[in-house]
């Protein structure tokens, strides 16, 4: 059977859920308000580290694993894990395939066929529409 | 054995394979935090995919979610906030067997869904209006950059799938009013609806990353 | 020995086909599971002799070449997705592990039965799709030619992606069922090692089947909508699909090989009537398979163009995979050093199974390895691989499963002397048909080819007449095991003297599972410390053992 720390019945405080509630509508404004300030590359720093502290907020009061047993903890964070595991290993090919050979790094199909009968804008028709040596990271 | 005696106190929910309540609903909290990661693993593969596109792509990236409505998206954000609220404060008052309240407050949370799907409608039918639609049948052509349709095909997937799950949880929130209204639940015995609490949540949770990424970064 | 109690069991209680129908027991489930791998297996192996009669020459034998490769495709589709991920977990698992608890029922019996409906729903609408012009991109449905060609891909990854929710939901189950309903005082470390294996497969199936399920949606909406995320054309990536395929095919293969795995843990155990030699690194390396095996997907793509950085962590990776494998070997070997060894037939297939996955898994590695893998890659030197690792691997561990318990889920012995000639004709026809393909791969013979160079030909008709062989095997088998059935002799209630709990309730065993509430006095390996009589000793087959 379980020994878990847990209390079957524990009950939140009503003014936990709130504060929280109120938590996440101030970090919604944050995050908003930071997304029109360039900062350049630390923008999706900044917004993912907004994010993962309003999820923290949900999962640990809302969803109650800060009162639970500390396996649904463990599930939570394997799912995380092995998503970042996905996405981390993908990506070591996906922007590394230029290494050896350049060419295998260049957009697979910069202008796809749907665009050939389009008008397009101006703006549109510009030098990134060239396949550029390296790809436009 | 005591096979007979135990039925006695035998609880109208326990059920027949459980040996306790307590047992039982920790069974069916594990259960869902199981499905729950299932459910992360599946938006990843699309959240994976938009790491992909957006590493090759990230100028164009840029400019086409300069089209998306950050008011709107902020809106969605706020009321799916709120409806999380709602759905612990739901769970709350079943907790101190407040069942006019526990229906109520799921009332509003399922409310609150509606409005956010209201907002999503807006939103996709405007973008159909302009053209800005998934794949092939993309026609807009205000957004700079290589593919712009690649942009559109993975925020109507990513917040597609999620609708999705929006209505499926609504579906569950009405099934649990119906119970709770049939008097199904007491401080002793919520599980469902801590269930449905959960995976109410973890769709906020969901929306909590989406938004940013496609509303906000591009 | 037998009062009227026994004559009350799973199968006849309660009565009606309702009953069935609306069972929330697992043994029935279990039991319909078996039958439904019967099926797909007849299936499957029937497109196995198709493929295997065109190959006979290398012109046209029976079929032209479309036709040829939907006939591969559907043996691939139907063998992995309707037979041998579900086989063992849902039906030997379904079966048996509750009873390996002590418990009543599985955690949550109607999930049991709903994954057995989404099971019926997939694979109707699997073979539905062979009806309607049938698939023809082989199992693995690359892009671009799924998205572009004319077959039924739709129908196929739909049947699929419905059956990828009951693999979700039966690994969903067992993981609650073996943290919550084991008796009070089981530990971890007291399980049998088939629940382990059940474990740690559970764990890869509710952790990488959601992928799969977002790659087929996604490859339905670009085949339907066009959406262009893999489609070279609109812009896409094709690698990006195989990326998405194989984080769950990879893990998918350990589905396949953990709860086998568990199985022969069980037969050497109890059929060297010896104590497991090293549980705790038996229980770890199901664990560590399952954590490696997610890091090495990419060792299936090591020709697409994938970058050089990433092939040489995945081919790192896959090597290190090996590691636990071998952890077992050892370990399994070591147990049956200078134990008291009885060959009956489920320790033939154990025995068949420890040659064969070896070899399997060791050719495993020389795939794994980046440069021999150019040349080798997408020859039969691959399929001969994964046949030895699936059939070789799984189906003997399955069909172990299948002759150790069955004493357990019928009350009937089968024929031992055929039991006997059936593996040993299907060790041999197996052998002459894949390891003839090693040769052939190495000779360069590319796979799911419907023609070939003449100096392939006189192998490739062997590999055939091999394939005639293997399925005369698995006939005789059918015949004696439905012969059992109806005219089997009466089991003992531990014919092979084991020592884990499933073994002490009735055979067949009671809806409700045991007699008289589990006991557990001994670990489930324990025979230096508990001697328990073999039920098999004291009635007379008429063979020797």
Redesign the interface.
């Known amino acids: 059977?379980?020994h878990e720390q847990s209390h079957p019945h524990h009950i939140v405080p009503l003014k936990i859920y709130l504060a929280v509630g109120a938590a996440l509508l101030i970090l919604t404004a944050v995050t908003v308000a930071v997304s029109f300030i360039d900062l350049g590359g630390l923008n999706i720093v900044v917004a993912l580290a907004v994010a993962a502290v309003k999820a923290s907020l949900v999962i640990l009061f809302f969803m109650h694993l800060k009162y639970d047993n500390k396996?649904y903890m463990i599930i939570f964070l394997?799912?995380i894990v092995?998503l970042a595991?996905?996405i981390t290993?993908?990506m070591?090919?996906?922007?590394?395939?230029g290494?050896?050979n350049p060419e295998?790094d260049l957009?697979?199909?910069?202008?796809?066929?749907?665009y050939q009968n389009m008008p397009m804008d101006t703006a549109a028709v510009s030098s990134d529409t060239l396949p550029p040596p390296a790809s436009g990271h | 054995?005591s096979h007979a005696d135990s039925h006695a106190a035998h609880p109208k929910h326990l059920?027949?394979?459980?040996s306790d309540s307590v047992?039982q609903a920790?069974?069916a909290k594990?259960?869902m935090w199981?499905?729950l990661?299932?459910?992360i693993?599946?938006?990843?593969?699309?959240f994976?995919?938009y790491a992909?596109?957006r590493a090759w792509n990230h100028e164009m990236f840029y400019s086409a979610h300069k089209f998306l409505d950050v008011t709107l998206g902020s809106i969605n954000t706020v009321v799916l906030i709120t409806s999380s609220v709602t759905m612990a404060l739901s769970i709350h008052a079943m907790q101190l067997g407040k069942k006019k309240q526990t229906l109520i407050l799921l009332a509003i949370t399922l409310l609150l869904a509606a409005v956010f799907l209201v907002v999503k409608y807006f939103e996709y039918s405007h973008k159909f209006h302009l053209g800005q639609l998934?794949?092939?049948?993309y026609t807009f052509t205000g957004v700079p950059g290589?593919?712009p349709?690649?942009f559109f095909?993975?925020y109507f997937?990513m917040t597609g799938?999620h609708g999705i799950h929006v209505l499926g949880g609504m579906g569950a929130i009405i099934w649990m009013m119906l119970r709770t209204a049939k008097n199904n639940f007491s401080p002793e015995y919520y599980t469902p609806l801590e269930l449905t609490g959960l995976y109410w949540h973890l769709v906020d949770l969901i929306w909590i990353f989406l938004f940013p990424l496609l509303y906000l970064i591009g | 020995m037998y009062d009227n109690e026994s004559e009350r069991n799973y199968l006849n209680t309660p009565r009606g086909w309702k009953s069935w129908l609306f069972t929330l027991d697992h043994k029935r489930i279990g039991l319909m599971y078996l039958i439904a791998m019967g099926a797909a297996f007849l299936l499957g192996g029937i497109l196995a002799t198709l493929v295997r009669l065109e190959l006979l020459t290398p012109g046209r034998d029976i079929m032209g070449a479309e036709t040829y490769n939907q006939i591969f495709t559907l043996h691939g589709a139907v063998m992995i997705f309707l037979f041998i991920i579900p086989s063992i977990p849902a039906a030997l698992g379904n079966f048996i592990l509750p009873q390996m608890l002590g418990?009543?029922?599985?955690?949550?019996?109607r999930?049991n039965l709903a994954s057995w409906y989404i099971f019926v729903a997939g694979s109707l609408f699997a073979v539905y799709s062979i009806w309607t012009s049938a698939v023809d991109t082989g199992w693995t449905f690359y892009t671009p030619y799924s998205t572009d060609s004319t077959k039924s891909v739709i129908s196929m990854t739909l049947g699929v992606f419905i059956l990828g929710f009951s693999s979700?939901f039966t690994?969903?189950?067992f993981?609650?069922t073996i943290?919550?309903?084991?008796l009070?005082g089981q530990k971890w470390f007291e399980l049998p090692l088939f629940v382990w294996g059940l474990y740690a497969t559970a764990i890869i199936q509710?952790?990488?089947?959601?992928?799969l399920?977002?790659?087929l949606?996604?490859l339905i909406?670009?085949k339907a909508?066009?959406?262009?995320?893999f489609d070279?054309?609109?812009?896409?990536?094709p690698?990006?699909f195989q990326?998405?395929f194989w984080?769950y095919s990879h893990p998918a293969v350990y589905i396949m090989i953990l709860p086998g795995m568990g199985i022969i843990s069980e037969v050497i155990s109890v059929f060297s009537r010896k104590k497991i030699f090293g549980y705790k690194a038996i229980a770890f390396s199901s664990i560590a398979i399952a954590f490696i095996g997610?890091?090495v997907?990419?060792h299936h793509?090591f020709v697409s163009?994938?970058?050089?950085?990433?092939a040489v962590?995945?081919s790192f990776l896959t090597f290190m995979n090996a590691i636990p494998s071998g952890v077992k070997i050892f370990n399994w070997m070591a147990t049956m050093y200078k134990g008291h060894i009885k060959l009956e037939t489920p320790m033939l297939y154990a025995f068949s199974f420890l040659f064969l996955f070896t070899i399997g898994g060791l050719t495993g590695i020389f795939l794994g390895v980046i440069a021999t893998d150019i040349h080798l890659h997408n020859t039969y030197f691959v399929v001969a691989h994964f046949h030895y690792v699936m059939v070789g691997g799984t189906v003997m561990a399955f069909l172990a499963g299948i002759h150790y318990w069955w004493p357990k889920m019928f009350g009937k012995m089968y024929s031992e002397f055929w039991a006997r000639i059936a593996c040993l004709i299907i060790f041999i026809g197996f052998n002459f048909t894949f390891f003839t393909q090693f040769i052939l791969g190495t000779k360069g013979m590319p796979r799911r080819y419907y023609t070939y160079l003449d100096q392939y030909q006189p192998l490739h008709a062997f590999s055939s007449v091999g394939s005639w062989i293997l399925g005369l095997g698995f006939i005789i088998m059918a015949i004696y095991l439905i012969h059992s059935l109806v005219k089997g002799e009466k089991a003992g209630r531990n014919p092979w003297g084991a020592l884990t709990l499933e073994w002490t309730s009735p055979i067949p065993p009671p809806p409700e599972n045991f007699d008289k509430?589990p006991v557990l006095n001994h670990g489930p390996y324990d025979y230096d410390k508990v001697v328990m009589e073999r039920d098999i000793d004291k009635v007379k087959m008429g063979s020797v053992s």
């Open positions: 059977m379980s396996l394997v799912a092995f595991i996905f290993f993908t070591f090919d996906t922007l590394d395939r290494v050896i295998m957009h697979i199909n910069p202008r796809a066929k749907i | 054995m059920a027949h394979h459980f047992q920790e069974s594990l259960g199981i499905f990661l299932t459910e693993l599946l938006f990843g593969g699309l994976c995919a992909v596109f998934p794949g092939k049948y290589d593919n349709h690649i095909s993975v997937a799938l | 418990a009543k029922d599985v955690a949550f019996p999930l979700i690994g969903l189950n993981i609650v943290h919550k309903l084991r009070p509710v952790l990488a089947t959601p992928v399920s977002i790659t949606v996604l909406i670009e909508g066009g959406v262009g995320i070279p054309a609109m812009g896409g990536d690698v990006l990326h998405f984080f997610f890091l997907w990419g793509m163009t994938q970058s050089p950085l990433a962590i995945f509430d």
